[in-house]
């Protein structure tokens, strides 16, 4: 499969919406989210992306197919200044385990050269997996994992936990 970051523009933002109410149904599972009246989960920063500077957002495509989303911002999620923070991410099932994830997070710290930090849920024992050995394999195992600030909490009351590394330019 031919991997391709596509930044979202404005007009597809009902698009990226749309696969974040399914990211968000996923996520519940660890994080207890429920939805509002609507039946939706909603995400309260999705306007911001394109009102705000140091806000990015991609669509992850396969072969030319939506395969999931990236959103990176500047804000960091830890209390530790960092030069970019993995917002969210998501990969749809029909395109996980054939790399196309770790091939997407690489185009991405490539894209965004400096200092990083990417927090997990720890009940989400894929992700964890995933971002570990990503991490471990862009970064020649040079990171630091750290337990999260309990200043930024999951919806569940959990800190999560934090990976901290400097992404080369690409």
């Not at 698009?15 to 149904?25: A, C, T, V």
């Not at 923070?85 to 185009?107: I, T």
Request: aromatic share 18%.
């Amino acid at each position: 499969m031919k991997l391709k970051l596509v930044p979202v523009q404005e007009e597809e933002k009902e698009i990226l919406r749309n696969l974040l109410e399914k990211y968000l149904y996923e996520f519940s599972q660890y994080d207890g989210g429920t939805v509002n009246a609507l039946g939706l989960y909603g995400y309260s920063y999705l306007d911001n992306y394109w009102t705000e500077e140091n806000r990015w957002a991609f669509f992850l495509k396969a072969d030319g197919k939506l395969a999931g989303f990236a959103m990176v911002n500047d804000y960091p999620e830890s209390g530790e200044k960092t030069d970019f923070c993995m917002s969210e991410f998501f990969v749809m099932y029909p395109y996980r385990k054939h790399g196309l994830g770790k091939e997407a997070a690489f185009a991405l710290f490539d894209r965004f050269p400096g200092t990083w930090q990417l927090k997990y849920h720890p009940k989400n024992i894929p992700s964890v997996h995933f971002w570990n050995r990503v991490v471990a394999e862009y970064t020649h195992g040079e990171f630091r994992s750290v337990p999260g600030n309990s200043q930024f909490p999951y919806g569940d009351g959990s800190p999560g936990q934090v990976l901290y590394f400097t992404a080369r330019k690409g």
